[in-house]
């Protein structure tokens, strides 16, 4: 029974066994994603076994974020991930780098045909050589210099004030193709560059991202954000209308993006404020929107417990596969509004979704979290047994604990 006098709930954000259970939890990612260390230099994508696939080569995206986490890691102190961060650095500088036309490929190009040059992949090798700069890591700094280069003049257009999409290998030929998920991780990145590098132009550019995807158009759609778009901008609601199981452009709406857009948003309202400018009153609004929308639409959407994967423009589940990292970042963007509000109602949620990825996703028989699953919580048939992602996860047991500003890579030595 509770009384009135009763002392208000603890938050879990304010709980040191919960910080502990956090602390305790990244750690042991990262000693399992370890073993996706590649002695030829980069990493790949794991199995469910924590094991190398023979014949697997590096992914540049993998090595980017690997790059990324294991700097976050040595700036909190872990013995040995300085090196492994200093081994995706070398992989990025060398192996993955097109060295003829500039930019990077996708994979070891000994392991793939695919010559494009791709916004996303360009962003996460930034945003590793990002982190990495401020831990120090050596051969990091440059490598910044020469990816924020190549972003700056290839990939943002200052006309449209968003990011273009992709490019053939010499940069001939750009896609009539924008995409909604490059530019949000386009917007981490700016947060990214404008704490570490101190140029606050970064964060105007987030800024007119967002006010163009989320405030425009996802706002007019009861907050089901639209990725994908024409060259000019003009929506394409259709696109790969047959594959709403895609990995990166699905039809259909994300309810997981809805939540990395989320938080990411409030990260930019604080980061604009904490320099004493003023964020716009939508922002927040827009933010809270958002969740409340992914909610909505992604949980139990189909009966089965978890949020699905997509939707339709109505709100029906197209995928109703559960991915780790929806999941992941929707704890994240629960805890970051709980930063922001203290509001019961995202305390609720960040304890259902980290009870969810407790029982779920977590592999205390193998490590690491199982990636993913379909419908019936089983290893989903059409992807395999596999366990490639570090950096959803990862951050997932950070966020919490850190302050909406400055980024992550500032503020993470502080744990």
Not at 60 to 66: H, K, N, V, Y
Not at 230 to 253: I, K, L, Q
Not at 332 to 345: K, M, N, S, V
């Amino acid at each position: 029974m509770t009384h009135e006098n009763d002392p208000k709930p603890r938050r879990w954000l304010d709980s040191a066994t919960h910080h502990y259970w956090l602390t305790r939890e990244g750690l042991a990612l990262l000693d399992f994603h370890r073993q996706a260390r590649l002695a030829s230099g980069g990493f790949a994508a794991l199995g469910g076994d924590g094991q190398i696939p023979e014949g697997a080569g590096a992914d540049t995206m993998i090595t980017g974020r690997m790059a990324h986490s294991y700097a976050l890691a040595a700036l909190q102190g872990v013995p040995g991930a300085a090196a492994l961060a200093e081994h995706a650095i070398l992989a990025l500088s060398g192996l993955l780098r097109d060295e003829r036309h500039g930019g990077w490929f996708a994979a070891d190009p000994a392991t793939t045909g695919d010559r494009t040059k791709q916004c996303y992949l360009h962003h996460f090798v930034a945003l590793g050589a990002a982190t990495a700069t401020h831990a120090g890591i050596p051969g990091a700094a440059a490598l910044l210099d020469e990816v924020v280069g190549v972003i700056d003049t290839r990939f943002w257009s200052a006309q449209e004030q968003a990011f273009v999409e992709s490019y053939s290998q010499d940069w001939s030929e750009p896609s009539d193709y924008r995409g909604g998920n490059s530019n949000m991780h386009g917007v981490e990145l700016c947060l990214a560059l404008a704490d570490v590098r101190g140029e606050p132009v970064w964060l105007d550019r987030a800024l007119a991202i967002v006010e163009r995807l989320i405030h425009g158009h996802a706002a007019a759609r009861d907050y089901r954000i639209l990725e994908h778009f024409h060259g000019d901008w003009s929506e394409w609601p259709d696109y790969n209308v047959d594959r709403p199981d895609d990995g990166f452009y699905p039809y259909g709406a994300t309810p997981g993006h809805g939540f990395e857009w989320s938080r990411l948003m409030l990260h930019l309202e604080a980061a604009l404020e904490v320099r004493g400018r003023a964020a716009p009153a939508w922002l927040f609004t827009d933010a809270a929107a958002l969740f409340d929308a992914s909610l909505r639409d992604g949980w139990a959407s189909d009966g089965s417990p978890g949020l699905v994967y997509t939707v339709d423009w109505d709100g029906r589940p197209n995928s109703r596969r559960r991915r780790h990292w929806t999941h992941a970042e929707a704890l994240a963007a629960a805890g970051a509004l709980l930063q922001r509000t203290g509001e019961a109602h995202y305390e609720r949620w960040y304890r259902q979704l980290w009870d969810f990825v407790d029982t779920t996703f977590i592999d205390r028989a193998r490590g690491g979290w199982q990636q993913e699953l379909d419908s019936q919580l089983a290893i989903d048939p059409a992807e395999g047994d596999v366990k490639p992602d570090l950096y959803h996860a990862y951050q997932a047991t950070l966020l919490p604990r850190l302050p909406l500003a400055p980024n992550l890579a500032l503020a993470v030595s502080g744990l």
